[in-house]
């Protein structure tokens, strides 16, 4: 590591250069695979980088499952079922290639975690156990209780940690060295420290989440899945796709916003898992309300259409004190909830409520972004050398993503981005000298400036503003009259955004100012796309527009304009393959009342 000493004529201040042939810029899932495949394959100069202390990363939140047709319970299921599953969940905007990619992977990648030491929940004869999710046709969410998340980072950081891979942590990036055409490396912050760092990087791989946390309800912490990766990519050059495609998971926790017990847990995620272990929906009325509105499949229905169901229902006054419906599964044994849904069971308990004996309190809550950075089938943008991966990334969900597939896609496509990178690798970049001066020291000179600085409006009071006119203009329902006022007000939270009072670089202040940065990219992508998309199609539900029009079968790209501003185009999604178009029109369905 060198260091640049700044005090140059132009005043720039200090930062360390760091030289690596791939940085990778999230320590999830997503980052932490990728890292294992270029180890796997000789590539020793990789780095990882993380926000948080290592280990702590958002995949840790997912609770319920990961996909893949290893048929322990339903023989018959096949990759090219799962694949049909998620083009009918992602009502055909999916990318069919991107699709198939992961589908194939994943009873691979599950066996692999298996040996990796991953902590399956099993059958009784040791078989990787695998239970039913929301619209799928067989049962195929393989499990780890309901931390399945936690259980495989930890698999994942465990085989990379024996593959001497290097990470950092407490590291967080600001903007990528781009022209782009391609990318150089990335300029960032030590968290802990408050140094500036200048990474030099042949090839970097965006692996740092969604944009869920651009809404007051949501099921991640504040300070992540801010849009960072897809506002990263899109200010170097590359496109972002299909951003209006935001999921609202059915059952984030409905609270008490003013007892301070409760209030910190608003939105957070009460699992699939539990639906998919039998829990019921009732409505203030006691009446079981699914059965009006998807009597085959019940509960287990698409996320969209559970989650408008419960909107609805508290919308005509059938709705909990709290803004929500019931959810219930005190049918279960109290030994089976322990079992199958021990973190569920544990946080209800601590918060004084017994799942084995009463209901609890949900509504739904923004939860993943089906859209991102388009890529190719490996990963790679269109700036050469730079790829995202996991959640950053679009193509793989359409419209609404099948539950249990973020986690198969991380592992799936960590492995297809590492393989095409290290037949590529060619040692760490080298930022051209019309680079440095132009966009690193300049860089580092803002957001040296932006420490400390005098301004009318506290960032913390910018930053819920902006997530309050994303649920209030771009939410579950949405019309051109609210999008386009959602436009005018995101104008305005920019002005603000501009004269905001920060703290020092070490301060939370920082980070979110940063942050409110990278949201201002993401939410006008959503509200932009959202605004041009004429329809209703899976998460995306325009009550002006309630019908899904086959002539919006096309993925909508947001790309930066020369002048600046934001344009979009729209494209023709492609046609799957011959199998998977046999399995669809093979119908496969899963029926609810298997499970009664």
Do not use: C
């Not at 802990?192 to 944009?211: C, I, K, P, Q, R």
């Not at 420490?451 to 329902?477: C, K, N, P, R």
């Not at 527009?545 to 501003?565: K, V």
């Not at 496969?588 to 298997?594: I, K, N, R, T, V």
Request: net charge negative; no cysteine.
């Amino acid at each position: 590591m060198s260091k640049h000493d700044g005090t140059n004529d132009a005043g720039t201040p200090a930062y360390d250069e760091v030289d690596v042939s791939v940085l990778v810029v999230g320590a999830g899932a997503a980052g932490a695979r990728t890292a294992i495949e270029l180890a796997e394959r000789g590539v020793d100069d990789v780095l990882v980088l993380g926000k948080r202390s290592h280990g702590d990363a958002h995949t840790t939140w997912a609770r319920g499952g990961i996909n893949g047709a290893l048929g322990t319970r339903d023989p018959e299921d096949s990759w090219a079922i799962h694949a049909a599953d998620t083009l009918n969940e992602g009502h055909f905007v999916n990318d069919p290639a991107k699709v198939e990619t992961v589908t194939q992977q994943m009873p691979e990648r599950l066996r692999e975690l298996d040996e990796w030491g991953m902590d399956y929940s099993r059958t009784d004869d040791g078989e990787i156990d695998q239970r039913y999710f929301g619209a799928q046709s067989f049962r195929r969410t393989a499990f780890a209780g309901d931390h399945t998340g936690e259980s495989m980072l930890d698999a994942l950081i465990e085989k990379a940690q024996s593959l001497d891979v290097p990470y950092r942590e407490n590291v967080m990036i600001t903007k990528l060295v781009s022209d782009g055409e391609s990318v150089y490396g990335a300029v960032g912050f030590d968290m802990d420290s408050g140094e500036f760092v200048l990474f030099n990087a042949g090839t970097v791989v965006l692996a740092a989440g969604g944009h869920a946390a651009i809404y007051n309800r949501h099921t991640s912490r504040d300070d992540e899945n801010n849009g960072d990766g897809a506002a990263l990519a899109y200010d170097a050059g590359a496109a972002l796709m299909d951003m209006e495609f935001v999921q609202f998971h059915p059952t984030g926790m409905a609270v008490d916003e003013d007892d301070p017990e409760w209030a910190p847990w608003s939105g957070r995620l009460v699992t699939e898992a539990v639906r998919g272990e039998g829990g019921r929906l009732f409505n203030s009325d006691g009446e079981r309300f699914m059965e009006r509105y998807s009597p085959d499949q019940m509960e287990l229905d698409a996320r969209d259409v559970v989650a408008r169901a419960i909107a609805k229902e508290v919308a005509e006054g059938r709705g909990t004190e709290n803004g929500g419906v019931y959810l219930d599964i005190s049918h279960r044994d109290e030994a089976f909830i322990r079992e199958r849904l021990p973190r569920m069971y544990a946080r209800f308990e601590e918060l004084g409520v017994d799942m084995a004996e009463e209901p609890v309190e949900v509504a739904p809550t923004s939860h993943y972004g089906m859209g991102g950075v388009a890529v190719d089938d490996h990963g790679e943008t269109a700036v050469d050398g730079l790829f995202a991966i996991g959640e950053t990334m679009a193509g793989v969900h359409g419209a609404n993503r099948l539950g249990g597939n973020s986690l198969a896609e991380t592992v799936a496509y960590g492995v297809v981005a590492g393989e095409r990178i290290a037949e590529r690798v060619d040692g760490p970049g080298a930022v051209p000298a019309r680079l440095v001066e132009t966009l690193v020291e300049s860089h580092v000179a803002d957001l040296a400036a932006t420490a400390d600085s005098d301004g009318t409006y506290a960032v913390e009071t910018v930053f819920e503003e902006l997530q309050d006119l994303m649920w209030e203009h771009a939410g579950i329902l949405r019309d051109e009259e609210s999008l386009a006022a959602g436009l005018d007000a995101l104008d305005r939270v920019r002005e603000k955004a501009s004269d905001m009072a920060v703290g020092p670089i070490t301060s939370q202040s920082f980070e979110y100012a940063v942050d409110v940065g990278f949201m201002l990219t993401a939410a006008e992508a959503v509200l932009r796309g959202a605004r041009e998309r004429t329809e209703s199609r899976g998460a995306h539900y325009r009550t002006d527009y309630t019908d899904t029009d086959e002539t919006w079968r096309r993925n909508i790209y947001f790309e930066r304009a020369d002048l600046g501003g934001m344009t979009s185009r729209v494209e023709p999604v492609d046609s799957p393959s011959e199998v998977v178009q046999d399995a669809l029109d093979e119908g496969h369905e899963l029926d609810y009342h298997q499970l009664e």
